[in-house]
C-alpha cells in the first residue's frame, strides 16, 4: 500500500531558484493539503484542495502555488525561493467525510540558502 | 479563527507509568472534530486517536485515552503504561464540518515533546 507518496525527500535551493513538490496518493481520497512545518511549531496550511479543479488558500499560502488536475496529484510549486521557505513540507489526503483522518506522505526538508 | 493551544511544550514519564497532554482549542462552532497525532523521529504523521464533538463518550484506543470536555473546550490525551516506543512529540488537531460553512481544514497545536525514561 503507498499511500501518500512525495518526492523528493531532501531538497537544497538556492535564493531565486524555483522547484516543484509532488504529492500523489492512492486512496481515492477528495482531499489533498499541503502543510509546513518549521523548527518548534506545528503544521501551517499552505494550500489545500478538495477535489480536481479545486484548490483554496490556507494559513501560509504566499510564495507557493498548486495545481489539482487528477484526484490523485497535488503538486506545490515554489517560485524564487527565499530562506523564509526552508522547511519540511507535509502532503496529506483524506476522505471527505470530516471524522476521517488525514493520511500524510513522509515529508520533504526543504533548505534555501 | 479556530485556535488550537498546547501549553506544554515538553513533557516526561517514566515506562509503565501514566502522562497526560494537555490541548484547549477556541471554537465557536458546535459540530466539529479532534485528532492526537503522534510524530517520532522518523517524521511520519501517525494518527493516535479522534473524537467526534456530538459524541459525549471519551474516545479510547488501547492504552491511549481522551478527557473530553465540550464546554470547557478541552480535549486532554492520556497514555497508559507508557512504553519507549510512546516517544515523539503529539499534535492536537481541529477539524470543522462543512455543513456549517467551515473550511475543510486540520488546523494543528504545536505540539507536545514526550520523552519516556526507562
Known amino acids: 500500500n503507498a499511500g501518500v507518496t512525495q518526492t523528493p525527500k531532501f531538497r537544497i535551493l538556492k535564493i531565486g531558484q524555483s522547484m516543484t513538490l509532488q504529492c500523489t496518493q492512492d486512496?481515492?481520497?477528495?482531499?489533498m493539503y499541503w502543510y509546513r512545518q518549521d523548527p518548534g511549531m506545528g503544521l501551517k496550511l499552505i494550500y489545500y484542495?478538495?477535489?480536481?479543479?479545486?484548490?483554496d488558500k490556507g494559513e501560509v499560502p504566499n510564495g507557493y502555488n498548486v495545481s489539482r488536475s487528477t484526484t490523485e496529484d497535488f503538486p506545490l510549486r515554489l517560485e524564487l525561493a527565499a530562506p523564509s521557505q526552508t522547511s519540511v513540507y507535509f502532503c496529506?489526503?483524506?476522505?471527505?467525510?470530516?471524522?476521517?483522518?488525514?493520511?500524510f506522505g513522509n515529508g520533504t526538508r526543504l533548505t534555501v540558502t | 479563527a479556530q485556535t488550537v493551544t498546547q501549553s506544554q511544550p515538553e513533557m516526561s514519564v517514566q515506562e509503565a507509568e501514566t502522562v497526560t497532554l494537555s490541548c484547549t482549542y477556541d471554537?465557536?462552532?458546535?459540530?466539529?472534530?479532534l485528532f492526537w497525532y503522534k510524530q517520532p523521529p522518523s517524521r511520519q504523521m501517525i494518527l493516535v486517536i479522534r473524537?467526534?464533538?456530538?459524541?459525549?463518550q471519551n474516545a479510547t484506543e488501547n492504552r491511549f485515552s481522551v478527557n473530553f470536555q465540550k464546554a470547557a473546550k478541552s480535549f486532554s490525551l492520556k497514555i497508559s503504561d507508557s512504553q519507549l516506543g510512546d516517544a515523539a512529540m503529539y499534535f492536537c488537531?481541529?477539524?470543522?464540518?462543512?455543513?456549517?460553512?467551515?473550511?475543510?481544514?486540520?488546523?494543528f497545536g504545536k505540539g507536545t515533546k514526550l520523552t519516556v525514561n526507562p
Open positions: 496529506a489526503s483524506s476522505y471527505a467525510e470530516p471524522v476521517s483522518p488525514l493520511h
Open positions: 486512496m481515492n481520497h477528495n482531499y
Open positions: 484542495s478538495v477535489g480536481a479543479g479545486i484548490t
Open positions: 471554537t465557536s462552532e458546535s459540530d466539529y472534530y
Open positions: 473524537q467526534e464533538a456530538y459524541k459525549q
Open positions: 488537531a481541529y477539524r470543522t464540518f462543512k455543513s456549517q460553512g467551515g473550511s475543510e481544514k486540520l488546523v
